[in-house]
């Protein structure tokens, strides 16, 4: 069974930084086989991509918002996908999901969540 746990988040300042983690484990799960992509979802809206990162090739894509100030990276031999965010920004409040996706195989962690107050 394939298992996402995210770890990293917390409360910060404005301005300030946070890298988030997503080890993923599990029989048969081949890692470098899937898109890793982080997504994050506020209260009262909908859950939306922040960045996500593919299986071969590494290309990368980021939501308009977020471009400049995160950056997403994977670590195949760990198992692992970061997000290092940078800036942070109050409207960057939100539970953060990490996501594993290929055909026919979707998984979703727990999530964390990141709050940005003073």
């Known amino acids: 069974q394939v298992q996402l746990v995210e770890s990293g988040g917390g409360l910060v300042q404005p301005g300030g930084s946070l890298r988030l983690s997503c080890v993923a484990s599990g029989l048969a799960f081949t890692f470098r086989t899937y898109d890793m992509g982080w997504y994050r979802q506020a209260p009262g809206k909908e859950r939306e991509l922040v960045a996500v990162v593919a299986s071969a090739g590494g290309s990368i894509n980021y939501a308009h918002s977020v471009k400049g100030r995160f950056t997403i990276s994977r670590d195949n031999a760990k198992n692992t996908v970061y997000l290092q965010m940078n800036s942070l920004k109050p409207e960057d409040t939100a539970v953060y999901y990490c996501?594993?996706?290929?055909?026919?195989?979707?998984?979703w962690g727990q999530g964390t969540q990141v709050t940005v107050s003073s």
């Open positions: 996501n594993a996706d290929r055909v026919r195989r979707n998984y």
